[in-house]
C-alpha cells in the first residue's frame, strides 16, 4: 500500500475510534468540545447529548439576551427560538471549539431580526469598570450582579452611573460595545453582523468608550 494511501486509512481508524469514544460516554462525561462533535453526529443532534449542551451554555445565552435587552419581557422565547436554530444548523458549525461564540452570534442575529421589527431603541446593558490595557485600549469585563463582600459604597455607585451614562449611549453605540466587549467578537464579525463598515465599527467602539470615561472620571481616578 502507498505511503499516503496508508496514511489516510489510520487517519480514517483513528477518527472512527474517537466517534466510538463519544458516542459511548454519558454526555455529562463529554467535555465541551466532544459534547459538540457527538451532536453533530448524524442528521439531527442526538436528544440527550443535546440537552445537555443546552444546560452548560444556557446561562451564557441568557447572560448575552439580557446584555443586549434587558427590558423585553420575552427574553425566554428568544432564547428558545436561539436553540431552535442551534439545532437545526449544528452540523454546519466547523470549529467546535467555537461554538460559544457561535451560540451567541446566533443569539446576536435574532436580537437584530427583532429589533428592526419593533422599531425601538433598547435601554443598554451594564459593563464592568474600565481600565487600562497595555495595548492602550480600555478593557472591560461584564459585572457581577452580586457585589462580592470586598466592595465598598464607591464601587456599588460607580456600577449605578455606569448604568446611567450607557443608557445615554445611541443605540449603536451600545450594541457595538456588548458585542465586542460582553461576546468577545472580532471587529470582522461586528462589521459583518450590523452591517457597517470595519472602521465604522472601530470609530463606534472608540467614541462609546470616550464618551463612558468622560462621564465616570471621577470614579475612575478613585
Given at each position: 500500500?502507498?505511503f499516503?494511501?496508508s ?5 480514517n ?53 439580557y ?12 432564547a428558545?427560538?436561539?436553540?431552535i ?39 443598554p ?22 457585589p ?29 460595545i ?18 457597517v ?26
Amino acid at each position: 500500500m502507498p505511503f499516503a494511501a496508508s496514511n489516510i486509512s489510520i487517519f480514517n481508524q483513528i477518527s472512527q475510534a474517537a466517534s466510538n469514544d463519544i458516542t459511548k460516554l454519558p454526555p455529562e462525561e463529554l467535555s465541551n468540545y466532544d459534547l459538540i462533535a457527538r451532536c453533530q453526529i448524524g442528521l439531527r443532534p442526538e436528544k440527550a447529548a443535546f440537552s445537555e449542551l443546552l444546560r452548560r451554555y444556557q446561562s451564557h445565552l441568557e447572560k448575552v439576551l439580557y446584555h443586549l435587552a434587558p427590558d423585553w419581557s420575552d427574553r425566554a422565547d428568544l432564547a428558545q427560538e436561539v436553540w431552535i436554530r442551534v439545532y437545526r444548523n449544528l452540523r454546519r458549525l466547523q470549529e467546535p471549539a467555537k461554538f460559544r461564540s457561535w451560540l451567541a452570534r446566533i443569539a446576536t442575529n435574532l436580537f437584530y431580526d427583532e429589533l428592526r421589527k419593533r422599531k425601538r431603541i433598547q435601554h443598554p446593558l451594564s459593563l464592568d469598570a474600565p481600565r487600562q490595557a497595555e495595548d492602550g485600549e480600555m478593557d472591560w469585563d461584564i459585572a457581577d450582579a452580586d457585589p462580592g463582600p470586598d466592595q465598598d459604597l464607591l464601587t456599588r455607585e460607580f456600577y449605578d452611573q455606569l448604568h446611567e451614562a450607557i443608557a445615554d449611549l445611541p443605540e449603536v453605540f451600545r450594541t457595538t460595545i456588548v458585542l465586542r466587549e460582553i461576546q468577545g467578537l472580532a471587529y470582522e464579525e461586528i462589521a459583518d453582523i450590523t452591517g457597517v463598515s470595519l472602521g465604522t465599527v472601530k470609530s463606534r467602539i472608540a467614541r462609546a468608550r470616550q464618551r463612558l470615561q468622560s462621564q465616570l472620571e471621577r470614579y475612575i481616578e478613585a
